[in-house]
């Protein structure tokens, strides 16, 4: 029977064929809000990972952006962003990805985190080490702020736009750059890289961020999660490389 990992690997890379399938191409949208995009094939590619996995692991349950799948009292659960970036996805802005973790109980046991246009696999198990293609990967040593690229979420609700614009400023004039990507889960594949120093949201999914979580942790760096002040069921995150603080004091 293949590894939780190896399923999770799998079902990754089908979901990121199906994403390059339809990149570019018409799509169809279940919803255009304000400041977000939900798409016919975020709910489809959630499927055909769902499949995957109970395939796998009928017993398991799933908690998706899409929806929950699988027996919810098994305390396997499978955390499932089927397109993370998905506003960037639907302008062809190839800045994506597809985020799957696992966790037992509170406990997060491996996250996959899969770029199809880059074709970039990020992973990592608990207690081992985070791998970019095969290769292990590091957070950067950059300790000084100045020295830094911080990127900023920006999330969904006029509320989380208000009180993240200041974050935004303050950072903006203290690292050496900010960058607003799109994309929660790919931060978080930068910052276990070294690519970026640090990712920032105050109000983010859980489906966003739990794969990000081990990868960061995997690399040498430092994650912070707290209920978000301003979205209530939301999560506020700060992922650093371990050596940088962020402190605005
Ligand atoms: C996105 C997150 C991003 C956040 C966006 C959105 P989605 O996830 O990755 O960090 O700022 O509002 O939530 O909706 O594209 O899966």
Same mark, same amino acid.
């Given at each position: 029977?293949s590894s939780p990992?190896?399923?999770?690997? #799998?079902?990754?890379?089908?979901?990121?064929q199906?994403?390059r399938?339809?990149f570019?191409?018409p799509?169809?949208v279940?919803?255009?809000?304000?400041h977000?995009?939900?798409?016919?094939?975020d709910v489809?590619?959630?499927e055909?990972?769902t499949?995957?996995v109970?395939a796998a692991f009928?017993?398991h349950a799933?908690?998706?952006?899409?929806?929950l799948?699988g027996?919810?009292?098994?305390?396997?659960?499978?955390?499932?962003?089927?397109?993370?970036?998905t506003?960037?996805?639907?302008?062809?802005?190839?800045?994506?990805c597809?985020?799957?973790?696992?966790?037992?109980?509170e406990?997060?046991?491996l996250?996959?985190?899969?770029?199809?246009?880059?074709?970039?696999?990020?992973?990592?198990?608990?207690g081992?080490p985070?791998l970019?293609?095969?290769?292990?990967?590091?957070?950067s040593?950059?300790?000084k702020?100045?020295?830094?690229?911080? #990127?900023?979420?920006?999330?969904?609700s006029?509320?989380?736009?208000? #009180?993240g614009?200041?974050?935004?400023?303050a950072?903006?004039?203290?690292?050496?750059?900010c960058?607003?990507m799109g994309?929660?889960a790919?931060d978080?594949?930068y910052v276990?890289c070294g690519?970026?120093?640090?990712?920032?949201?105050?109000?983010?999914?859980?489906?966003?961020?739990?794969?990000g979580q081990?990868?960061?942790?995997?690399?040498?760096?430092?994650?912070?999660v707290k209920?978000?002040?301003?979205?209530p069921?939301?999560i506020?995150?700060?992922?650093?490389?371990?050596?940088?603080n962020?402190s605005?004091?």
């Open positions: 029977m990992l190896d399923v999770a690997i #799998s079902a990754a890379r089908e979901a990121g199906l994403l399938e339809n570019g191409g799509l169809d279940n919803a255009f809000e304000a977000d995009i939900k798409l016919d094939l489809k590619t959630q055909l990972i499949q995957r109970l009928p017993d799933i908690l998706g952006e899409e929806g799948a027996n919810q009292d098994s305390p396997w659960q499978w955390i499932i962003d089927p397109i993370d970036g506003v960037n996805y639907f302008y062809g802005l190839p800045h994506f597809i985020s799957i973790a696992l966790r037992h109980g406990q997060i046991e996250g996959v985190i899969y770029d199809p246009s880059r074709d970039e696999l990020w992973q990592a198990e608990r081992g985070a970019l293609n095969g290769k292990v990967i590091h957070a040593d950059r300790a702020l100045s020295d830094c690229i911080v #990127s900023v979420g920006l999330s969904k006029p509320e989380t736009i208000s #009180s614009v200041p974050m935004l400023m950072y903006s004039q203290r690292a050496r750059k960058r607003l994309s929660a790919l978080l594949a276990a690519r970026l120093d640090a990712y920032v949201e105050q109000s983010v999914s859980l489906w966003d961020v739990a794969a081990i990868l960061v942790e995997s690399a040498g760096g430092h994650y912070e209920p978000s002040a301003t979205k069921g939301k506020a995150v700060i992922a650093t490389n371990g050596k940088v962020l605005l004091e």
